[in-house]
């Protein structure tokens, strides 16, 4: 019940699409969903989050599309760059307490 | 966003000895970190939860006496391997939050246990 599933576990678009990443969880104690960013060697960055009173959040090309009945919630580049590849981790938590991440999705946007 | 910075990024010790690595956040106060571990394309697995001041809280099949974790101020928490092996080497991230508000993630620090 703790488990967050991620898919794709890998993804390659063209420069200007728009990759989709999708998560699935089962707990519903969960209220707050974080996408993160992770470049080779480094920690994750926080792109986007979104508590369940909302089905959709943008900010800037990332938005995060929420779907509570199904417990689903997905993230979407727009207009995706190179400087995108990397590999993308969504994860659910109650608060802000003990995220439980996803296997992580490696993107490859070509040029 | 507020800065968490890890300490050393890197580190290579012999098998045996015992490595400690640093997390502290830098223009905040946390009054909890947490510690991961990340194994090279896998994803990050929560290791223990410590709050400034009390014993850290260990997640199942973490071992608390070989992941020595210390949280002696609110800008400051540790996570010492003792006698590393091999099998310990991996990535380390800590994370910092201030009283219910979102985690900011260290770099990372690379464990090599040779």
């Known amino acids: 019940q703790q488990q967050v599933k991620q898919s794709p576990q890998s993804l390659i678009v063209q420069k200007g699409g728009i990759p989709i990443i999708n998560c699935a969880y089962e707990n519903t104690a969960f209220d707050y969903f974080p996408w993160y960013q992770q470049f080779p060697g480094k920690g994750p960055a926080l792109l986007i989050a979104?508590?369940?009173?909302?089905s959709e959040k943008k900010e800037g090309r990332f938005t995060i599309s929420f779907n509570k009945s199904a417990k689903q919630f997905s993230l979407h580049i727009m207009d995706s760059q190179p400087g995108d590849s990397a590999t993308y981790f969504c994860a659910a938590s109650k608060g802000f307490q003990k995220l439980v991440f996803g296997t992580g999705t490696r993107l490859l946007v070509s040029p | 966003g507020a800065v968490v910075s890890q300490h050393p990024s890197w580190v290579i010790c012999k098998s045996g000895t015992s490595v400690k690595i640093e997390c502290r956040s830098l223009d905040f106060q946390a009054t909890t970190m947490f510690w991961y571990r990340q194994f090279p394309k896998q994803s990050l697995m929560l290791m223990a939860t410590s709050n400034e001041g009390s014993k850290a809280t260990y997640e199942q099949g973490v071992e608390k006496d070989k992941f020595l974790i210390n949280h002696a101020s609110l800008t400051l928490s540790t996570l010492t391997v003792t006698s590393a092996h091999p099998e310990d080497s991996s990535f380390y991230i800590c994370?910092?939050?201030?009283?219910?508000?979102?985690?900011?993630f260290g770099q990372g620090t690379r464990l090599t246990v040779v």
């Open positions: 994370s910092a939050e201030q009283g219910n508000t979102e985690a900011f």
């Open positions: 979104i508590r369940p009173d909302v």
